[in-house]
């Protein structure tokens, strides 16, 4: 079993960027692929991006342009680069580990999850 902790949430302006990091410790990292989702108050949890274990990504319609998936296989970390974040942006951001190679964006695909970082995004 893999374990995800998030990092690089917080508070921010909007059209400010922020980095999201996801460190993972346990199950065998590089062969799976990784995603990102978020969950606002009162909304149920949305896809973000994913990227497969080849490095190609997907990302959801709202982000794309805006946001940049990446994985550093030997630092077993998968990273969110957030710019021209939006208050609609906001968001608790969680990190999961897919049981498939390839990128997708379906939450049934994802197997473990982190506990999640705080976006918030001020206009």
């Known amino acids: 079993q893999v374990q995800l902790v998030e990092s690089g949430g917080g508070l921010v302006q909007a059209g400010d960027s922020l980095r999201l990091s996801c460190a993972a410790s346990?199950?065998?990292?590089?062969?799976?692929?990784m995603g990102w989702f978020r969950q606002a108050p009162g909304k149920e949890r949305e896809f973000v991006a994913a990227?497969?274990?080849?490095?190609?990504?997907t990302y959801a319609d709202s982000v794309k342009g805006r946001f940049a998936i990446s994985r550093d296989n030997a630092k077993r970390t998968v990273y969110l680069q957030m710019n021209s974040l939006r208050p609609e942006d906001t968001a608790k951001y969680y990190c999961?580990?897919?049981?498939?190679?390839?990128?997708?964006?379906?939450?049934?695909?994802?197997?473990?999850w982190g506990q999640g970082t705080q976006v918030t995004v001020s206009s």
């Open positions: 999961a580990q897919s049981t498939l190679a390839s990128a997708t964006s379906g939450i049934p695909d994802f197997r473990s």
């Open positions: 346990g199950r065998i990292f590089s062969m799976y692929a």
């Open positions: 990227i497969s274990s080849s490095r190609t990504s």
